[in-house]
């Protein structure tokens, strides 16, 4: 596939990789914010070949796994008034809450709906204009603006049975409070490159110049992820943090402006509860007032009990990078992608379902 | 979650509406971010709306800097 396939060259691979060991004249320690590149480093084995070299731990970039257990419970609530339909992304539907997951909740009699896109839930509520559709919206900056767009349309077609559960999330917010928190030492950040398609390479300024860190913005083909690296142990190794876009081909340094105007009219920036973080200002998005008639968090308002962790499940210090997944007690043991206890196991870009998928440390528990 | 996928604009109809082909299904995304995208174009795909459109001079440019990488370090990238 054209700008996949050149971007997989087994030669080129292996030069970069050269010029990575012999650049990284002590260990670089590197965090992947994002979940996907958590997978494309061990789909094509980059942690082996640049061990020794390059330390790489997984960030909290996976959007199902830092959406907090009682924002969870709120939405398999939801899907329990009389009435509503829920659709979501399938990802979200094996995710455990305090009292169960969306697919226990189907199975009890709740009507849940995967879709693809927002606009299939759209055409669900005009299908259906006796029913009330509530779409459950979780993502980054990547998927935000497409529930953006969504809304604007529900707004014109006056879809009055069409709402969205925000649960979106921003993730500069969440870079800082890992590296405020200071429980991790890190010499680089390979930055996202869906959301950096959005927000632009320039939204990690920021890290360079707070913090003396550099970030570099990659793509999802070891080509892209070998040059970020390359780009970030240049830069710890001669200490001159700055930006790096490597995904050129995806990125433009301000990013998609269409996309940014659209979270803009639709949401304000509000302060979120993370799983694992607690709540993080300024880094969650919520339905304006010119919307809320399409917000299901006021149309159907829920008590929230504050809920406890699954127990034993140490998700929350794997997404802030502390310990990798063959730490938790019940790794491969207790929790298997077939029987996950937390939500690290469940979704696919999840840290523990990517070391479990390609077998790094279930050897160690067995 | 973040997943997107390049992929060519195979026809466009009213309201920035475009047809592709997904895996094999052709399927109706929207073009609501990225205005400018015309038949034949590249864009990224995410949850039915393309996010951007593919840069063919960049692509170009990063492979070249690859290159030279290769070529720098005294190798022959014959092979590629
Ligand atoms: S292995 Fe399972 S229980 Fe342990 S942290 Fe990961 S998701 Fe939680």
Redesign the interface.
């Given at each position: 596939?054209?700008?996949?396939d050149?971007?997989r060259?087994p030669?080129?691979a292996t030069?970069?990789v050269?010029?990575i060991r012999r650049e990284a004249t002590r260990p670089v320690r590197l965090m992947e914010f994002?979940?996907?590149h958590t997978h494309a480093i061990f789909r094509f084995g980059l942690r082996q070949l640049l061990a020794g070299k390059v330390v790489l731990s997984s960030g909290p970039?996976?959007?199902?796994c830092v959406t907090a257990a009682a924002d969870l419970d709120h939405a398999i609530a939801l899907a329990g008034v009389p009435g509503v339909l829920l659709t979501t992304?399938g990802?979200m539907l094996r995710v455990p809450g305090s009292r169960g997951t969306l697919q226990d909740a189907r199975a009890q009699g709740a009507d849940v709906r995967l879709v693809?896109?927002?606009?299939?839930a759209l055409k669900i509520a005009r299908q259906h204009p006796q029913r009330e559709v509530v779409f459950l919206g979780?993502?980054?900056e990547?998927?935000a603006?497409?529930i953006a767009?969504t809304l604007v349309q529900a707004q014109q077609e006056s879809l009055t049975n069409f709402s969205v559960l925000s649960l979106h999330k921003l993730t500069p917010p969440a870079m800082r409070a890992i590296l405020d928190a200071g429980e991790v030492a890190l010499d680089g950040i390979i930055g996202?490159?869906?959301?950096s398609?959005?927000t632009g390479s320039q939204a990690w300024q920021f890290l360079p110049r707070d913090y003396a860190i550099p970030c570099a913005v990659a793509g999802f083909e070891p080509?892209d992820l070998l040059?970020a690296i390359s780009a970030l142990v240049q830069a710890s190794v001669t200490q001159t943090p700055t930006v790096t876009n490597?995904y050129?081909?995806?990125?433009?340094p301000a990013g998609?402006l269409?996309?940014q105007q659209?979270l803009e009219r639709v949401f304000d920036v509000v302060p979120a509860t993370w799983r694992g973080f607690g709540e993080i200002p300024a880094s969650g998005l919520q339905l304006r007032a010119a919307f809320a008639a399409h917000d299901a968090a006021l149309r159907f308002p829920l008590a929230l009990t504050p809920v406890a962790e699954p127990p034993g499940c140490r998700c929350g210090e794997i997404l802030r990078g502390v310990i990798q997944p063959p730490a938790c007690g019940l790794f491969g043991r207790g929790c298997t992608p077939r029987h996950p206890i937390g939500p690290c196991m469940v979704?696919a870009?999840g840290a523990c379902a990517a070391y479990f998928k390609y077998g790094i440390g279930v050897e160690l528990k067995t | 979650m973040c997943l997107a996928i390049p992929t060519q604009i195979k026809s466009i109809s009213k309201n920035h509406n475009a047809v592709v082909e997904l895996g094999g299904v052709q399927r109706e995304i929207s073009l609501i971010m990225t205005p400018e995208a015309k038949v034949g174009d590249y864009v990224l795909i995410h949850t039915g709306y393309a996010i951007n459109l593919m840069s063919d001079e960049e692509a170009q440019a990063s492979l070249d800097a690859f290159a030279e990488i290769a070529l720098i370090q005294g190798e022959s990238i014959a092979a590629f």
């Amino acid at each position: 596939m054209k700008y996949i396939d050149e971007f997989r060259n087994p030669q080129l691979a292996t030069r970069l990789v050269a010029q990575i060991r012999r650049e990284a004249t002590r260990p670089v320690r590197l965090m992947e914010f994002c979940g996907g590149h958590t997978h494309a480093i061990f789909r094509f084995g980059l942690r082996q070949l640049l061990a020794g070299k390059v330390v790489l731990s997984s960030g909290p970039g996976c959007p199902v796994c830092v959406t907090a257990a009682a924002d969870l419970d709120h939405a398999i609530a939801l899907a329990g008034v009389p009435g509503v339909l829920l659709t979501t992304f399938g990802d979200m539907l094996r995710v455990p809450g305090s009292r169960g997951t969306l697919q226990d909740a189907r199975a009890q009699g709740a009507d849940v709906r995967l879709v693809y896109s927002p606009l299939d839930a759209l055409k669900i509520a005009r299908q259906h204009p006796q029913r009330e559709v509530v779409f459950l919206g979780v993502g980054f900056e990547t998927t935000a603006p497409g529930i953006a767009a969504t809304l604007v349309q529900a707004q014109q077609e006056s879809l009055t049975n069409f709402s969205v559960l925000s649960l979106h999330k921003l993730t500069p917010p969440a870079m800082r409070a890992i590296l405020d928190a200071g429980e991790v030492a890190l010499d680089g950040i390979i930055g996202p490159g869906h959301v950096s398609v959005i927000t632009g390479s320039q939204a990690w300024q920021f890290l360079p110049r707070d913090y003396a860190i550099p970030c570099a913005v990659a793509g999802f083909e070891p080509l892209d992820l070998l040059s970020a690296i390359s780009a970030l142990v240049q830069a710890s190794v001669t200490q001159t943090p700055t930006v790096t876009n490597s995904y050129g081909r995806s990125v433009r340094p301000a990013g998609n402006l269409v996309a940014q105007q659209l979270l803009e009219r639709v949401f304000d920036v509000v302060p979120a509860t993370w799983r694992g973080f607690g709540e993080i200002p300024a880094s969650g998005l919520q339905l304006r007032a010119a919307f809320a008639a399409h917000d299901a968090a006021l149309r159907f308002p829920l008590a929230l009990t504050p809920v406890a962790e699954p127990p034993g499940c140490r998700c929350g210090e794997i997404l802030r990078g502390v310990i990798q997944p063959p730490a938790c007690g019940l790794f491969g043991r207790g929790c298997t992608p077939r029987h996950p206890i937390g939500p690290c196991m469940v979704s696919a870009e999840g840290a523990c379902a990517a070391y479990f998928k390609y077998g790094i440390g279930v050897e160690l528990k067995t | 979650m973040c997943l997107a996928i390049p992929t060519q604009i195979k026809s466009i109809s009213k309201n920035h509406n475009a047809v592709v082909e997904l895996g094999g299904v052709q399927r109706e995304i929207s073009l609501i971010m990225t205005p400018e995208a015309k038949v034949g174009d590249y864009v990224l795909i995410h949850t039915g709306y393309a996010i951007n459109l593919m840069s063919d001079e960049e692509a170009q440019a990063s492979l070249d800097a690859f290159a030279e990488i290769a070529l720098i370090q005294g190798e022959s990238i014959a092979a590629f």
